[in-house]
């Protein structure tokens, strides 16, 4: 196990929602301890020093949503891609020079009749180096239950209000598999350059409690 794919749960920053599920967790839970005690062994082992800790911690922390925002628009512009993209994500995500780690992606594609929303039920599994930190309500107690339970009521406290027709389909990332939502790219963009598209991808996009917006005005 490197230190990178070991730390592939730590903490990240969240960003406002018209409303949001409760974020409140205990401030020092079990798997927390647990995360510190398997750190402290491997250092001691000898299986990473401090040093490739903390780089690959520096690594982790510098990678952005921006990442993914690329993948996601080349996918938009690109057929091809976009197939390469749905049977192996970080491969295609090598091919534009991002480092998407060694622990398999699967990307999940949104249509007119689908909807994907991503969770991790166990604890904060999630491709950092991909998308960045997590955010914290990814990491709350409230939405790694209830999205599963009803991810409906779920997304509509996020802002995103989906038809009745629209089936929702929820995905648990684990530590063997995490994945990416590929949303629809948005009406009237025909036209736009890849940069002008990844500029609408989000990370909550990308994790599928939002969808791409054209700006207003």
């Known amino acids: ?21 409760d974020l409140e967790d205990a401030p020092f839970t079990y798997a927390m301890a647990l995360a510190e005690a398997v750190t402290g062994l491997l250092l001691a082992k000898g299986v990473f020093d401090r040093d490739e800790l903390r780089r690959t911690l520096e690594t982790i922390d510098s990678r952005s949503p921006a990442d993914g925002a690329r993948v996601v628009a080349r996918a938009w512009c690109d057929a ?14 090598g091919e534009l020079g991002i480092d998407a780690g060694g622990i398999p992606i699967r990307a999940v594609a949104n249509d007119p009749g689908t909807h994907n929303v991503i969770v991790c039920t166990l604890c ?12 914290d309500w990814y990491k709350s107690r409230a939405y790694r239950s209830r999205v599963v339970r009803e991810p409906r009521t779920v997304l509509a406290e996020f802002g995103l209000e989906l ?30 350059t890849e940069d002008a598209l990844a500029a609408l ?5 990308m994790i599928g409690t939002a969808r791409p917006r054209l700006p207003q005005g």
């Open 201 to 205: 991808v989000t990370r909550d996009c």
């Open 163 to 192: 038809p009745q027709e629209v089936a929702v389909l929820v995905h648990d990332s684990t530590a063997e598999l995490r994945y990416l939502v590929l949303p629809e790219r948005p009406a009237g963009t025909a036209g736009w």
């Open 124 to 135: 904060s599994c999630y491709p950092r180096l991909l998308l960045g930190p997590s955010p």
């Open 1 to 21: 196990m490197s230190a990178q794919e070991h730390d592939d749960h730590d903490h990240g920053h969240g960003h406002g929602h018209p409303r949001r599920p």
């Open 80 to 93: 091809a891609f976009r197939e390469r993209l749905l049977a192996d994500v970080n491969a295609a995500a």
